[in-house]
Protein backbone atom coordinates (compact mmCIF):
# COMPACT_ATOMS: atom_id res chain seq x y z
CA UNK A 1 0.00 0.00 0.00
CA UNK A 2 2.61 2.06 0.79
CA UNK A 3 3.98 3.82 -2.74
CA UNK A 4 6.51 6.35 -1.58
CA UNK A 5 10.19 6.64 -0.68
CA UNK A 6 12.11 5.27 0.99
CA UNK A 7 8.81 2.60 1.84
CA UNK A 8 7.01 2.83 5.82
CA UNK A 9 7.94 0.42 8.03
CA UNK A 10 5.66 -2.60 8.20
CA UNK A 11 2.58 -2.65 10.72
CA UNK A 12 4.24 -5.31 12.67
CA UNK A 13 7.87 -3.62 12.81
CA UNK A 14 9.05 -1.42 15.67
CA UNK A 15 9.40 1.90 14.03
CA UNK A 16 6.05 0.97 12.47
CA UNK A 17 4.41 4.64 13.90
CA UNK A 18 6.27 6.46 11.35
CA UNK A 19 3.68 4.90 8.69
CA UNK A 20 2.23 8.21 6.56
CA UNK A 21 -1.75 8.93 7.22
CA UNK A 22 -3.35 8.23 3.59
CA UNK A 23 -6.91 8.44 4.98
CA UNK A 24 -8.10 10.96 7.47
CA UNK A 25 -11.26 10.87 9.30
CA UNK A 26 -11.13 12.95 11.76
CA UNK A 27 -15.06 13.70 12.31
CA UNK A 28 -15.29 9.47 12.67
CA UNK A 29 -12.07 9.14 14.86
CA UNK A 30 -9.80 7.22 12.54
CA UNK A 31 -6.66 7.27 10.32
CA UNK A 32 -5.90 4.88 8.04
CA UNK A 33 -1.79 4.60 7.61
CA UNK A 34 0.18 3.43 4.23
CA UNK A 35 0.96 0.57 6.21
CA UNK A 36 -2.75 -1.08 6.13
CA UNK A 37 -3.13 -0.04 10.34
CA UNK A 38 -6.62 1.36 11.02
CA UNK A 39 -5.24 4.26 14.35
CA UNK A 40 -8.24 5.04 16.28
CA UNK A 41 -8.19 8.71 18.38
CA UNK A 42 -8.06 6.54 21.50
CA UNK A 43 -4.73 5.07 20.51
CA UNK A 44 -6.21 1.69 19.30
CA UNK A 45 -5.75 0.26 16.27
CA UNK A 46 -6.53 -2.28 13.86
CA UNK A 47 -3.58 -3.89 12.26
CA UNK A 48 -3.56 -5.30 8.24
CA UNK A 49 -4.33 -8.67 9.32
CA UNK A 50 -6.94 -8.33 11.30
CA UNK A 51 -5.26 -8.39 14.94
CA UNK A 52 -6.26 -5.55 17.45
CA UNK A 53 -4.44 -3.25 19.49
CA UNK A 54 -6.25 -2.41 22.24
CA UNK A 55 -5.75 1.31 23.13
CA UNK A 56 -3.00 2.89 26.12
CA UNK A 57 -4.08 4.24 28.29
CA UNK A 58 -2.08 6.62 31.43
CA UNK A 59 -2.85 5.06 34.65
CA UNK A 60 -5.62 7.35 36.70
CA UNK A 61 -2.30 8.96 39.28
CA UNK A 62 -0.96 10.52 35.95
CA UNK A 63 -3.82 12.21 34.72
CA UNK A 64 -3.18 16.28 35.28
CA UNK A 65 -6.67 17.90 35.42
CA UNK A 66 -6.99 21.66 34.49
CA UNK A 67 -8.19 24.58 37.03
Known sequence: MCTHRPSCPAADAPAASAAHVVAAHPEQGW???CD???VFDDTGELLPDGRVV???R???GRLVMAA
Request: aromatic share 0%; hydrophobic share 50%.
Open 31 to 33: NLL
Open 36 to 38: GTV
Open 54 to 56: APR
Open 58 to 60: APA
